[in-house]
Every structure is written in structure tokens, then in C-alpha cells.
């Protein structure tokens, strides 16, 4: 009997406390001072005020002054009326290995997008995020941290892929902006595009991820081909799942044609490196 009633006491008070709980979270929800969030990564859904007004939808963040986050240190002013602000940028961007020129398709993959901004000190990365291109290389990407009055590089990188800088400087005017790789050389800083019949691709064999297209990345292929590796890997440069000769071939074009990445304020001085690098790797 007296455990029956001592369950019965404790079942009363967990309902009271998740009552409780209910209550103070729709009570300080009611006066903006929390919002939550569902899927930093994944998107936000869209507020009714404004088009490029987005809601976080999560629980228990508190807010205080003018829409400054207390334990996420983002900027005041992004938070307005328990909505986030975040701009919107329609990117098109072609993977050469993923792209086929017959079919003037690619194979889906999702890559990073960020904005740079230019200070005294070089470059500092604003705001990222991830995406997946579709087989058109079509993807929407969103920035809550980006400033509509600055104006910022965009860069792009993917598993395999020579990062790529923009050729110049843009901003969101009105919480928007478009941009495609792959209409015209020029589009990315330096002319690091290669051009594939008439689109122009990201270059593909940066498999470390360090900056170049070299004998360490086609070592990294080699080995994966030898062993018949199969997968999600990074070595597959075609994302067709399988490491073979045609992976090779593509990363052994760009390393003899000394691909690597070219941004603002940097001296192209990629083809020295490699071939120390590669001098080194060899001895």
C-alpha cells in the first residue's frame, strides 16, 4: 500500500514538473525571448511575415536585449520577433568527374559554401554552410550570420574538389543572391575552372584536401584502386562508388597541369610547391 502511494506521489510530481515546463516555455516564447530551432544543418522553415524571415524551432534558448543570443555568442540585430534571419544564395557549381557531358548531368553531392570576408589580417570565414547540388548542380544554401551591407567571396568545397574562390566580391541585396559556376570561366577567381564542352567544372582530384592536385592524392587513389575499395570515399572522384583507372586518369591530368587552388592576395607559386612536395614524398 505504501509503495502503491509513495508511485503515485512521484507519477503526481514528474506531471507537475513537465506541467510547469510547458507552461514557462509558452509563457516566454509569447514574449520572444526563446527561440528554438530544428536542424541548424538541415533548413528552417519559413515565417509568414517575410520571405527570407526563417524560424528556428528548438526549445530552451534565451534571448535577451535586442535579439542577442546569450550562449551561442551570435551578433545582436539577426533576431526579430522570434524569427532568424537568414540570406538566401541559389548557387550552380559543376564537379568535373561527377559532371557527364552527355547527358549534361551530375551526380548529386553536397559541398560547403562560405562567405569570406577581407580585413586587414587577410581573409576570415563569416558564415558556412551545407548543401547538396542536384543533378543540374542547383542548390540553396542559407547564411544567418551574413551582413546584406558587406560584400563577401564565396567559396566552394567538396570532398575531392580544388577549393574555389569567386571571382570577385557580392552581397545579399534584399536577402538574395545568385551565382553559377558553370556558365563561364571567369566566374571563378583566376580562371580556376575547367572547362568541360560548354560548362565549366570544379577541378577534382584534391583528395587531402591540402590545396594542390598531387602525388600524394593520386598515392591515396592508387592504394584505395589496388585494394578494390568501394563506397562513400574520397578517393572516388566520378561518385560513381567504385576507385579505379578513371579516378587516376583524372587526378593525373590535373596534377600534371599543376591544379591547385587560387584566391585573392595569393602568389601563384603552386607549381614550386608540388614539385618540392613531391621531390620530398619521393626520397
Known amino acids: 500500500m505504501r509503495k502503491q502511494l509513495l508511485i503515485s506521489k512521484i507519477n503526481t510530481f514528474l506531471f507537475a514538473v513537465i506541467l510547469l515546463q510547458v507552461i514557462f516555455t509558452i ?14 544543418t538541415a533548413g528552417f522553415s519559413e515565417a509568414s511575415s517575410s520571405p527570407n524571415r526563417k524560424v528556428w524551432t528548438s526549445v530552451g534558448e534565451l534571448f ?4 542577442q543570443e546569450t550562449n551561442a555568442g551570435i551578433s545582436a540585430g539577426f533576431f526579430t520577433s522570434g524569427s532568424f534571419l537568414s540570406d538566401e544564395l541559389r548557387l550552380t557549381a559543376l564537379l568535373e568527374g561527377f559532371y557527364n557531358i552527355q547527358r549534361n548531368a551530375m551526380i548529386s553531392d553536397s559541398i560547403m559554401v562560405s562567405l569570406k570576408s577581407m580585413s586587414a589580417m587577410g581573409f576570415s570565414t563569416v558564415d558556412s554552410s551545407k548543401g547538396i547540388l542536384d543533378s543540374t548542380g542547383f542548390g540553396i544554401f ?8 558587406i560584400k563577401y567571396f564565396l567559396t566552394i568545397k567538396h570532398r575531392n574538389s580544388i577549393e574555389t574562390w569567386s571571382d570577385s566580391i557580392f552581397n545579399f541585396a534584399g536577402g538574395k543572391l545568385s551565382f553559377n559556376f558553370s556558365d563561364s570561366i571567369s566566374r571563378a577567381y583566376g580562371g580556376n575552372l575547367k572547362q568541360v564542352g560548354s560548362r565549366f567544372c570544379i577541378y577534382t582530384g584534391d583528395v587531402n584536401q591540402d590545396g594542390f592536385v598531387d602525388f600524394t592524392d593520386l598515392t591515396m587513389i592508387d592504394n584505395d584502386a589496388y585494394n578494390f ?5 574520397q578517393t572516388d572522384l566520378t561518385g560513381d562508388n567504385f576507385i579505379d583507372f578513371t579516378d587516376l586518369s583524372l587526378c593525373d591530368n590535373n596534377a600534371y597541369n599543376f591544379v591547385g587552388v587560387r584566391k585573392p592576395g595569393q602568389k601563384f ?4 610547391r608540388r614539385l618540392l612536395k613531391e621531390h620530398n614524398s619521393i626520397k
Open 142 to 149: 542559407h547564411f544567418p550570420r551574413a551582413n546584406q551591407s
Open 27 to 40: 509563457q516566454v516564447t509569447a514574449q520572444n525571448s526563446i527561440v528554438s530551432r530544428s536542424g541548424f
Open 229 to 233: 575499395s568501394t563506397g562513400y570515399l
Open 64 to 67: 535577451t536585449g535586442s535579439g
Open 269 to 272: 607559386v603552386e607549381p614550386l
